[in-house]
């Protein structure tokens, strides 16, 4: 999950602007509230890891970055016009405020490939949210956007669609496994928090980021803990038991990209975090983890980042997308630069980069 964070971007001068305007890339071919939770490692019996043979990562088809350092990329980013019909949401706004803490599930949509259909209306909220959940073009816009952003061979895992609304200014979006099939995810939009094309880019690529790191060829879903969610004893024994970076979901692979990230970035800061984490006051938590960021201020992208290792991947990984390639003067530009050891990714965000700027050129 991730609440509206605009990312700091670089300054863009005029003549990155004008090139970014000429630009033109090769076509590639058609890839609970999210907090991620690291338990402390408590004594019980550990339980014995699940084997399975994991599937390969999906790579990308190659696409060339016409700009290598990501400032075109950055222009265009800028450059977004809104993407759902903006104006005749802000005119139907209303200033009630939602006080359930975790909103309501307007609409659910099965995902077909880039496609979305069987809509199934939710129920039990108030009727002044009712225009929101009727309305299907914009709920369509926001997904046909972010199908146009992301590559379908980086979708795999993606089969259901959510429109919700917490309020405005919450969290605008997240990924969550579907509550059928642990290996299978789901994209939920708050459909109130839309109108700005930034914001809304950012957090696509963000929790994208997650569907990234998380999906069944990078970290082994923990059946017990699905089948279980409120059976912390489970919870703990599965943690206990995972000897790689265990992001809540399951076991992460050795080889995965959010263990290679922890264990480079992480494991050193992880016992002061996880001692923030245990406490009980949500005041005395949040009070915690600024001290946390401030301490290492150089070595995040974001004061978001220091939520935990999950959320500091995908604040880094938009920063990867979003913005030119940074020297490596900081820990926190060497979490960007990490992402550049791997050339499928290098080209995926060639692919992300080249959707960005078709949308600006439209």
Same mark, same amino acid.
């Given at each position: 999950m991730k609440p509206i964070i605009r990312l700091v971007l670089a300054v863009i001068v005029i003549s990155i602007l004008s090139a970014c305007q000429s630009l033109a890339f090769v076509t590639p071919a058609p890839s609970a509230t999210f907090v991620v939770i690291t338990a402390t490692p408590l004594l019980p019996t550990p339980t014995p890891l699940p084997t399975a043979t994991p599937e390969p990562t999906l790579t990308p088809s190659a696409t060339p970055d016409a700009c290598p350092n990501g400032d075109c990329i950055t222009a265009c980013f800028l450059k977004l016009a809104p993407i759902a019909n903006a104006a005749d949401l802000k005119a139907r706004r209303s200033s009630r405020?939602?006080?359930?803490?975790?909103?309501?599930?307007?609409?659910?949509?099965?995902?077909?490939?880039?496609?979305?259909?069987?809509?199934?209306?939710?129920?039990?909220?108030?009727?002044?949210?009712?225009?929101?959940?009727?309305?299907?073009?914009?709920?369509?816009?926001?997904?046909?956007? !972010?199908?146009?952003?992301?590559?379908?061979?980086?979708?795999?895992?993606?089969?259901?669609?959510?429109?919700?609304?917490?309020?405005?200014?919450?969290?605008?979006?997240?990924?969550?496994?579907?509550?059928?099939?642990?290996?299978?995810?789901?994209?939920?939009?708050?459909? !109130?928090?839309?109108?700005?094309?930034?914001?809304?880019?950012?957090?696509?690529?963000?929790?994208?980021?997650?569907?990234?790191?998380?999906?069944?060829?990078?970290?082994?879903?923990?059946?017990?803990?699905?089948?279980?969610?409120d059976d912390y004893d489970i919870y703990d024994g599965e943690a206990y038991a995972c000897k790689t970076y265990f992001p809540g979901e399951g076991c992460s692979l050795t080889e995965s990209y959010i263990n290679q990230f922890y264990q480079r970035f992480w494991k050193k800061i992880q016992p002061e975090w996880t001692t923030l984490d245990d406490l009980e006051s949500e005041d005395d938590y949040y009070a915690a983890l600024d001290r946390l960021y401030l301490k290492y201020q150089d070595q995040f992208v974001s004061d978001y980042a220091a939520t935990d290792t999950s959320e500091d991947f995908a604040e880094v990984f938009t920063v990867f997308i979003l913005e030119p390639k940074p020297s490596a003067d900081t820990i926190a530009d060497q979490k960007v630069l990490f992402f550049y050891e791997f050339p499928e990714l290098v080209s995926l965000r060639g692919q992300i980069g080249h959707n960005l700027c078709a949308r600006v050129a439209k």
């Open positions: 405020s939602i006080e359930v803490e975790d909103g309501y599930r307007l609409v659910s949509y099965a995902v077909n490939g880039d496609q979305i259909d069987n809509p199934v209306d939710g129920s039990n909220f108030p009727d002044w949210l009712k225009p929101f959940q009727q309305d299907r073009a914009a709920q369509r816009q926001v997904w046909d956007y !972010f199908t146009a952003l992301i590559p379908l061979d980086q979708r795999k895992y993606l089969s259901e669609y959510h429109v919700i609304s917490d309020g405005e200014d919450n969290t605008l979006a997240m990924v969550t496994q579907t509550e059928t099939d642990m290996n299978s995810w789901a994209l939920e939009v708050d459909i !109130f928090d839309t109108a700005n094309a930034q914001d809304l880019t950012d957090t696509l690529i963000h929790e994208f980021s997650h569907l990234l790191s998380l999906n069944p060829s990078q970290v082994l879903a923990s059946k017990r803990i699905f089948d279980n969610p």
